[in-house]
């Protein structure tokens, strides 16, 4: 029998669109034999509601409503972050938290890091160079990979940043499968390390799930300070909001997704 936790990627796709959608439309189809006007009404349903799970607008409102992220860390914020220089050694470190490998991209040869890490590790860089705090990666192999191919996230990382960003990590994190694994062995390690704040790099979508991980774990041993980034923002067009687009079928999900983890990891 499998872990029950092997099969969240199975399960995250059957309950997200368009499966339960598709759903609707299947049953619409078939009472159209029997309940005309019921059949009829569920195709509708189901084709609007597919429409709008592929619209941006609609992402952004769910995030808005439903998964509401922290506001983003202004210059002023950031500036207090610094370490002070009478301080031996930082007792702040960003962390950021891995969304995604490629076991093997053939342009590289090599494993690399999906857009989402690699959008979150551009931007703890980004913090590290404003405030001279050092970085630390967390992220191993997700449920749903091979464990047995390629590197684990933060060792990509670790060779991206040094050789893309110039920007060695001083910590490394590769043994997490998922958030609340992010939050045990980030906190074990970086604590050994006296570190006592911590600056989280994660999307916005991901930061509320992500905070109440690692408050859970951390239990208020460590101090947290959310740097949110990757906001879901409005097209350049107000009418392309809300037309089918890849982008707002993606964002709608990521959102449906995280409501749904929050629920199941009360």
């Given at each position: 029998m499998p872990e029950i936790d092997v099969l969240k990627p199975v399960l995250v796709a059957l309950l997200l669109p368009p499966v339960p959608l598709l759903v609707i439309v299947l049953i619409g189809a078939r009472l159209l034999a029997w309940r005309r006007w019921v059949g009829r009404a569920l195709l509708l349903l189901g084709i609007a509601l597919i429409w709008l799970s592929c619209c941006q607008g609609l992402g952004r409102w769910l995030q808005a409503t439903a998964l509401p992220p922290p506001a983003p860390l202004d210059e002023a914020r950031i500036a207090a972050l610094k370490p002070p220089k009478a301080e031996p050694s930082p007792t702040t470190a960003i962390l950021v938290l891995g969304g995604g490998r490629v076991p093997r991209a053939p342009e590289f040869g090599v494993?690399?890091?999906?857009?989402d890490s690699l959008e979150r590790l551009r931007f703890g860089v980004h913090l590290a160079r404003a405030t001279g705090?050092?970085?630390?990666f967390s992220g191993g192999v997700g449920w749903s990979q091979r464990r047995d191919v390629g590197s684990a996230e933060a060792e990509i990382a670790q060779r991206v940043a040094e050789r893309d960003f110039l920007k060695p990590l001083k910590w490394i994190e590769p043994d997490s499968r998922d958030t609340v694994e992010n939050a045990i062995f980030s906190i074990r390690l970086l604590k050994a390390a006296g570190i006592q704040r911590i600056?989280?790099?994660?999307?916005?979508?991901?930061?509320?799930?992500?905070?109440?991980?690692?408050?859970?774990?951390?239990?208020?041993?460590?101090?947290?300070?959310?740097?949110?980034?990757?906001?879901?923002?409005?097209?350049?067009?107000?009418?392309?909001?809300?037309?089918p687009s890849s982008r707002g079928f993606e964002q709608v999900r990521l959102v449906l997704r995280e409501r749904l983890a929050l629920r199941v990891e009360r």
């Open positions: 494993a690399d890091l999906g857009p705090l050092p970085i630390a600056v989280l790099v994660t999307h916005a979508w991901h930061m509320p799930r992500t905070l109440r991980a690692f408050e859970r774990i951390g239990g208020g041993s460590v101090e947290l300070v959310a740097a949110p980034m990757g906001y879901f923002v409005p097209a350049d067009r107000a009418l392309l909001d809300w037309l």
